[in-house]
């Protein structure tokens, strides 16, 4: 089994920053990607930016230019860090990794969620 902990979530004023971490722990023999989603009240839960391993980033249209992911591949483990936040970016964001296991083969795992409110 695998699990991810997030950690970074909270309260921040609109123009603000925010480091989102998630780690991966657990039987992994490799992750094929760890990327974050967000789900905003009312709202379906989107893909906000994606690391997989070896291959492009990818980023939200409504993020790109302010939000950056990263990977510390040593760690197992992918930040999201948040820049020049909006009201709108207000959500519960979610961490989700594609992870080859030890004993389960290719799996899909995540986060249980961080809170980012982003007040105007």
């Known amino acids: 089994q695998v699990q991810l902990v997030e950690s970074g979530g909270g309260l921040v004023q609109a123009g603000g920053s925010l480091r989102l971490s998630c780690a991966a722990n657990?039987?992994?023999?490799?992750?094929?990607?760890m990327n974050w989603y967000r789900q905003a009240p009312g709202k379906q839960r989107e893909l906000v930016a994606a690391?997989?391993?070896?291959?492009?980033?990818n980023y939200a249209a409504s993020v790109k230019g302010r939000f950056t992911i990263s990977r510390d591949n040593a760690k197992n483990t992918v930040y999201l860090q948040m820049s020049s936040l909006k009201p709108e970016d207000t959500a519960v964001y979610y961490c989700?990794?594609?992870?080859?296991?030890?004993?389960?083969?290719?799996?899909?795992?995540w986060g249980k969620g961080t809170l980012v409110t982003v007040s105007s």
């Open positions: 657990g039987n992994i023999f490799s992750i094929k990607s």
């Open positions: 690391r997989p391993s070896g291959g492009d980033t």
């Open positions: 989700n990794a594609d992870v080859d296991t030890v004993a389960a083969g290719r799996v899909d795992f």
